[in-house]
């Protein structure tokens, strides 16, 4: 007797229609025929075929959905909710927001902020004193992260725990591992449900924006392992997805287990320039005038590097200055010698930020496969002959930095993100900050950094199928309204257009996002 099977029921299709639609497959396509997480059809709506739902999008740009290649989504969602001081302009201001922000809160509660920058202050750039912000805080416990976020702010009480840790300062402002340790005892005192909607608030924010994906970036001194699985649990859940890179030195096995797809990515071979301890190979001009701190040696990235192949991960590592970049391009050549140039290309390892380079460093990127995970925002903010790259580093390197056009045009494999909360969730201005850097010899076509900013997210997690609209590529893309008009079918991205507005994010054939 033979069993007969139920087929189940076709999934339903979806005919979005009226648009503009940003595919290689047909660059004259007004529709594009999706049936549950596929796209399955593009062309012309005059040959459309039928479909079950039929969405008239109006005119609007359908694009691939951005990705974001570096972010820290609970600080996102708390620097969203929380004090944000990007905008204070003096030490007296940062104060005078301290006070009113702790008015609002418990005897008990620390006053978390995030986003001062002093080299924006003028000639006064001397932050407050811990004392000082204890009294404009009412006593209560203090933690103001620098813009980098690798520095802060703190309190007499957070101050009092890093006494002898390099880094201290007893003035209150905490840098290297001072500052990790005045870090981990802020946040200890948020609760997990503060947490967790933090991380629910970032990433439908992340949504709103047209991204469908985001790439985590955890770590001792980071973030908490239980921080980390807590957002990788959220992935795809009606939200962007989360790939997780656990920066943590030999520890690709943690990072597995962890369920990261990488052991990389806040894993610091030295810190930031806006804190003054990126490693670079000539002196800082302002501040100390020394020349920062390297984490790493060239003998533990190889040994890293080998960690992360005996596991089958991506490694990667946080590296800004010339120096520590130089460090990190020592310990590939001593892994290559062990497993060969091709291994290490296959495996697409990163280097997050790469913000000071030279054409030895571009080429050797190029030999070793480095993905560059590059973030255009800080040329936007800190770029150029007047901000906070020239005070640091002086207008000559200033305008080398951030060198994302060269290492295009070279080879280099670039995934653009924003670093948030040191920058803002903000794609559509990144992809126009790649476009008009400060240095003209650094500028990338639309074309190139809009690719860069989806298509690149993707690579760089090994998903060469996705970030590209194409019959039997994944249904993930997101409906525009572009306010400047289309230049073909990218937005007119100039210098002072209005950015496009997202109007809906699909993830997989899932609206993940819809204006209301």
Known sequence: MQTSVTPLPAEPTTLWCNAVVRSPADPAATAMLTRGQTIVWLGPLADAPSADVRVDLGGALVTPAFVDAHVHATDTGLALAGLDLSAVRSATDLLKAVSGFADGLGQDAVVLGHGFDESTWGAAQTPPSAAELDRAAGGRSVYLSQASIH???????????AV???GYDESGW???DAHHVVREKAFGQITYGQRQQAQVTALRHAASLGIAAVHECGGPGTSSENDFTDLLRLSGQGLPEVYGFWGELMGAAKARELGAVGAGGDLYADGALGSRTAHVTKNYLDGEQGCGHGYVTAEQVRDHLLDCHAHRMQGGFHAIGDEAISTVVAGFALAE????VDAIRDARHRVEHAEIMDKRLIAAFVEFGIVASMQPAFDRLWGGTAQMYAQRLGVERSLASNPMGQMHNTGVALAFGSDS???PLDPWGSV???MWHFNPQQRMSAKS??????RGGWRSVHRDGEGVLVPGAPATFAVWRAPAGLQGTLPMLGQHDELPVCVRTVLRGETIYAQQ
């Open 151 to 161: 520095s802060a702010l703190v309190s007499s009480d957070l101050l009092a725990l």
């Open 164 to 166: 002898g840790v390099p």
């Open 174 to 176: 905490v840098r290297r």
């Open 337 to 340: 010698q062990r497993l060969g």
């Open 421 to 423: 909360p040191v920058t």
């Open 432 to 434: 126009r900050a790649a």
């Open 449 to 454: 950094a809009f690719a860069a900013h989806t």
